[in-house]
């Protein structure tokens, strides 16, 4: 059996907090997408830990968690991830599976990255610059190579050749701001380190514990409006952050998938460049980025930020088959008069609830709906029983939107700052 974990908004919405969470219900935790262009916090005992690329389940005692195929490497950042979450005391080489098919991030991927972005000017699509996409687009070219194949005799050769086009494309774009010696040293000396690590046949390893009975966590990265098919295109990652990418990512059957969790925040924000209908460039959309710290945790940057997007909410539900909301950050909208959220677009005079084919050319403009805000103090509270009457209302009504319930909310970054439903 495998539940689903995943964002349903443009990414930073509290994926880690909420899969660390879950954890003990299961056996497993398994990433399927993405690599280290995320950022998942989480907060135990007033301590914060940042992970990349693996999954958010490694403090946990009893389980084991599995990087899949549909992961992308970076040898140099995930040991040192990994040696600084060795430190925070969690049992890495005991719990900690990576799937060989997983794709390697080479440091021409990341040089490709910021060359790729410089070349566009002014039409950067506010890439994270660690190399995540030129290295699917290698893998779909079938240029790319594998983390497995470091175990190859022939790995530095090969290495050498996959380069060679790298090189080629860099000089083309006339992009020299970077030491390949510098950059090559370092993925090295990370290759070997790494193979103290274990590796398995992901798709294998993965069927085998359902077989057995083990329940699964699917842990999605990004968020569904970044999905590369579905997301704001061409501003999204180069992956599918969406329920079905979990069937390619991890090498499981649909049939074998149950619950799927959407994660969102009682609010929206956004990192980079691309449309954001709900956004407010105003003293509003500033309150809410420093209420909540909207900061990335991966890049530090500034996150824009706006009003809950209604339509993207229930385009993100319908396209994952979303059986459950988990709402985050909702003490970030106490004190607030009037809470609102986007219920509709006008785009050329009508009114829309669908998003449009491309919405960075249509001519979206939001259409609010407003709610009594509440003056509480949500922190502290630890039962449903104790939330205000105006922020219940506000929950409820985005049930109704969507027609899925909201079984958790969270009131603060730590796990016991999390109520059921």
């Not at 070219?141 to 530095?156: L, Q, T, V």
């Not at 930020?305 to 979303?322: F, H, N, Q, R, T």
């Not at 009594?372 to 449903?384: C, I, K």
């Amino acid at each position: 059996m495998v539940d689903v974990v995943l964002g349903l908004q443009w990414g930073d919405e509290g994926k880690g907090k909420i899969a660390d969470f879950l954890t003990p219900r299961y056996d497993v935790v398994a990433r399927f997408q993405g690599g280290p262009n995320a950022g998942h916090s989480l907060e135990m005992n007033g301590k914060k830990h940042v992970l990349n690329t693996i999954p958010s389940g490694i403090f946990h005692e009893n389980c084991m968690n599995v990087i899949g195929n549909g992961v992308v490497i970076d040898p140099v950042r995930f040991m040192e991830e990994i040696r600084r979450t060795e430190e925070a005391g969690a049992d890495v080489k005991g719990r900690l599976f990576i799937g060989r098919k997983a794709s390697l991030i080479m440091p021409t991927h990341k040089v490709l990255d910021a060359a790729f972005e410089h070349a566009k000017g002014d039409e950067k699509i506010g890439s994270t610059l660690r190399g995540i996409g030129p290295t699917y687009r290698d893998k779909y070219g079938r240029a790319g190579m594998r983390i497995g194949d470091i175990f190859d005799p022939d790995f530095e050769d090969r290495y050498r050749d996959a380069i060679k086009l790298h090189l080629n494309t860099i000089e083309q774009l006339k992009f020299g701001d970077f030491k390949l010696g510098d950059l090559e040293w370092e993925f090295f000396e990370a290759i070997e380190a790494l193979k103290e690590y274990n590796f398995v046949d992901s798709e294998y390893f993965v069927n085998d514990l359902i077989a057995s009975g083990k329940k699964v966590l699917a842990e999605g990265a990004q968020g569904s409006m970044l999905d590369i098919d579905f997301g704001s295109y061409p501003f999204v990652t180069s992956s599918n952050t969406i329920s079905g990418g979990v069937t390619v990512g991890l090498g499981v059957a649909p049939k074998h998938i149950n619950t799927v969790r959407g994660i969102f925040k009682a609010y929206c924000t956004r990192v980079g460049g691309g449309p954001f209908p709900s956004e407010l460039d105003n003293e509003e959309g500033q309150l809410l980025r420093d209420r909540g710290h909207e900061y990335g945790a991966t890049t530090g940057r500034p996150r824009r930020c706006g009003w809950l997007d209604l339509v993207a909410l229930k385009y993100a539900v319908m396209l994952s088959g979303v059986d459950e909301l988990i709402m985050m950050k909702s003490d970030v909208l106490s004190g607030i008069e009037k809470v609102g959220a986007l219920v509709a677009y006008e785009i050329d005079g009508k009114r829309s609830e669908t998003l449009p084919y491309d919405m960075c050319k249509a001519d979206l403009k939001p259409i609010f709906e407003y709610k009594e805000g509440w003056s509480e103090d949500l922190t502290q509270m630890r039962s449903e029983d104790e939330l205000p009457e105006s922020f219940k209302n506000y929950v409820s009504w985005i049930e109704k939107e969507t027609g899925v319930p909201v079984k958790i909310l969270s009131v603060g970054p730590d796990r016991s700052q999390t109520i059921i439903r």
